[in-house]
Structure formats: C-alpha cells, structure tokens
C-alpha cells in the first residue's frame, strides 16, 4: 500500500481547515503525511471552485501535478473538495491522469479508499449529492499553519442564496457545530500554551447557531472563546454578513479584551440597484449605519471588506457612486474581484452584462484608490508603537522578521516587518514603526 500523503490546499481559510482534516484523519489511519509534495507516494489536492479564476487555479495545479505522476514522481494523484462536488462525473471524463475524486462531504472517505486495492488502473469516484459533512471537536487536524494561530471552522454551508454565489450548491445549506464543540476544539488547540491566536471562519460566522438553537448565537460562542482559562491572547472574526449583525455582537467585540478590533464586513457593492439584485438582503443606508456605528463603538476597529466590479447591470452611475463611498469610508483593507459568472445562479441569467474590458478598468481604478487610501491609513502608524506577533523568520541572514499586528489577518492582509535582536516566531513583542508602505508597516523591537 503506498503510504506517503502529500497535499496542495487551494482556496480560502475554510478549505484550509478541511485539508488539515483530512490529513489528520489519513494520519490517524497510518498513512504518513507532509505538507509539501517531497517524495511523496499520493498527491492530494484540496480544490476551490467558488469563480472562474479558482477554477482555473485547480485545474492548472492539477495538471502540473499529473505531470509529477507521468514522470513517476507521485504514484496516486486524488483530487477532491468543491471542483469535484461542483462537475461531479464529467471531472472524472476530463481528467484520466486522477485515480480518486472526492466530495466537499466524503473527506472521511479518503483513507478507507486510498486503502483499497486499485489494480488494473481503476478509479475511484465519491462525490455524495447529500451535503452534510461537518467536521468537529474530535476529528483530527495536522497542521498546515505555523503553530502560534489555528483556524476554526464554525459552520459549514450557507443560506443566504447570493445570486453570484454557487456556496449552497458546492457545500449545501447552512449548518452550524454547536457552542460546546466549538469551545472544546479551542481549548485542546490552545492546550499546550502555543497557541496566541484563533480566527473564526465559516460562509456567514455572524449567523452561527441559528439552525442549532433557532437564533443566531455568535455574541454567546466568542463570550464562552474569551474566557477559555487557557486560550488565545487573540480571538478573529472572519466573513461576516453585514445584515446579520446584533446589539449583542457589538457589544461582546467592543467589550472582550480577547477579541481583535478587526472585523471582515464583505459589503460587495455599495449602489442599491445592484445590492438587490445580488440578493445582499442590505441597502446603503443599512451598510453606512452599520459601518458608523461600529466605528463609533468600537475604538480603533479596523474594517476589511470585499467588492465586486462588473455585476450585471453596474451603470457608470453605480461605479462612481462605489468609488465615492470607498473614498469617504476608507476601509483599512479592501479587496476588489471581478464579477464571475457562475453556471445556474440568477446572476448568470441577468441582462446588461457589463463588457470585460470596461470591468477590468473599474477593477484597476477602484484598486488604485485604495492603494493610495492604505498607504495613507497606513502612515498614522509612523513613529508610534505596535504590538506584533511574529509569523515568519527573515528570508536571509540580517533580513527582518515579518509578523502582524491586531490589525492584521494571516494570510490575508499586509504586516510588519520587524528588525531586533532576541526575536522568536510564535511570540508578541512591542514595536516602534519606523517606516509605512503601501500595505506593510516597519519596525523595530523595542
């Protein structure tokens, strides 16, 4: 039986958590496994197929790893995740170099079907139509992050039926873990005294618990996270809803010292028109209410949020009326996407496309504002001091360390570099920011 599993995990921090799933559970099963494609026997590949350009990622990675197995390099290639769940059988047609495709809920199987013998070149397909799967406290994890931070899956699916959006048809409906499990997987994470900072991620965390105990009971879940006697200095949120949000979430981010002053607020377009037809179930007053308050009520909060460019229907108006609103709100992160047409979404049926060529201008121009808004947020930080946690040594002897500050998402936004002496990664230390750039900060240990 080949026994060496390596894995390539594509997408978002949600598909992260599932590719650490199931290289735990392989583990578990006796297979060994790596993070990295070193002589490895199995190639797994974790895939994201939420708009064209993951897609196009999966794909491209597939077939460099096919290429691996053609040389002889690997000798299984398994593909599974949300490409598989979305082209069920016609993936398998496409793509002969794979021997095994798995669905967004069958990661359980992977080991049992790895076991089983595959003579005379037969392939393995396990793509279930039921979506339910959601992993929990005792599924185990092998980390594919550095061993300070972690991320949390708290739900799975989502309901909100965005007309863009293909979630519900990759993941199903939206499901939550309940509080219990979720405390009990942080408490065990945070068990050996490593562990300094957790995010929270899922298709919509404000809503957590609301098919569990028939409301939404996210303020409840990160009350109970900041009071673990044995948890993280720092607890994120990621992938919010603005229409979800309560009183009693604000009330628990403003109040808990544990919780970063950093909130993901995806708005996707500001423009009434076409908030309506995504099915953003908010309007602009709704959004600019939203965004004052919090800044109002939560000193210091930093805002990310994300934008889609090129939604059918998007007039020069609509454009210049979500350039206007960025300039005025100036979010501390933002990021911008091209409006992908997805394959049975209402979107997809929708009238006025918008011309790739003009969507790809208003991308370019709304990307330019803000890289002059984060340079410009970014300079307040200049000569005053941050408090960092360490990701990374320096690439080179002399060079800097790079960590991030409260502000700051892993694997998402910009950071600090850090120069001093006696710095170690995984570890909190203050510093002075000498230097601002357009998304990092510079510094030295004080």
């Keep these: 039986m080949l026994k060496k599993v390596g894995l390539i995990s594509l997408g978002c921090a949600r598909n992260l958590v599932d590719s650490e799933v199931i290289l735990g559970s392989l583990k578990r099963e006796g297979f060994a496994v790596s993070g990295g494609l070193e002589s490895v ?91 339910d799967y959601l992993y929990d406290e005792k599924s185990p994890r092998f980390s594919l992050v550095p061993k300070h931070y972690a991320y949390v899956k708290i739900s799975e699916g989502c309901s909100n039926f965005c007309s863009y959006c293909i979630i519900s048809r990759l993941r199903g409906s939206f499901r939550s873990r309940t509080i219990r499990s979720v405390l009990a997987e942080a408490g065990a994470l945070s068990k050996n005294g490593r562990l300094k900072e957790i995010t929270l991620v899922g298709q919509d965390t404000t809503l957590f618990g609301l098919d569990i105990y028939g409301k939404a009971v996210f303020p409840e879940l990160l009350r109970g996270l900041s009071s673990l006697s044995n948890g993280p200095e720092w607890i994120r949120i ?39 037809r995504m099915n953003r179930r908010t309007t602009k007053d709704d959004l600019v209410r939203l965004i004052g308050r919090l800044k109002d009520e939560i000193p210091g909060i930093t805002l990310r949020t994300s934008i889609i460019v090129g939604f059918p229907g998007e007039t020069e ?75 990374e040594e320096p690439d080179s002897p002399g060079g800097s360390f790079f960590g991030r500050t409260e502000a700051d998402a892993p694997e998402t936004d910009g950071g600090v570099f850090v120069s001093g002496k006696g710095i170690k990664v995984g570890e909190f230390y203050d510093v002075k920011i000498t230097d601002t750039l357009e998304y990092d900060l510079v510094g030295e240990k004080i």
């Design 317 to 391: 108006k609509d454009f210049k009326e979500l350039l206007d609103f960025v300039k005025d709100t100036e979010f501390d992160r933002l990021g911008a996407f091209l409006y992908s047409e997805e394959e049975g979404t209402a979107a997809s049926r929708m009238k006025n496309k918008v011309p790739a060529g003009v969507s790809r201008e208003r991308l370019d121009e709304l990307m330019e504002l803000q890289k002059g808004i984060s340079a410009r947020r970014n300079k307040r930080f200049l000569g005053k001091r941050a408090r960092v946690l360490i990701d």
């Design 238 to 276: 990621l992938y919010t809803h603005p229409a979800h949000y309560t009183d009693a979430l604000i009330d628990v981010i403003r109040q808990s010292d544990k919780i970063c002053k950093y909130l993901d607020l995806p708005i996707q377009h500001i423009s009434d028109g076409v908030l309506s």
């Design 41 to 131: 026997d199995i190639c797994i590949i974790n895939t994201c197929a939420f708009i064209g350009p993951a897609r196009e990622e999966s794909i491209d990675t597939i077939l460099e790893a096919a290429g691996l197995k053609k040389e002889g390099r690997i000798k299984k290639l398994v593909v599974c995740g949300c490409l598989p769940q979305a082209y069920k059988k016609d993936l398998a047609i496409r793509l002969p170099e794979v021997d095994l495709f798995v669905g967004t809920s069958d990661f359980s199987r992977i080991g049992k079907l790895l076991k089983k013998p595959s003579g005379g070149g037969k392939r393995a397909y396990a793509v279930s139509e039921k979506l």
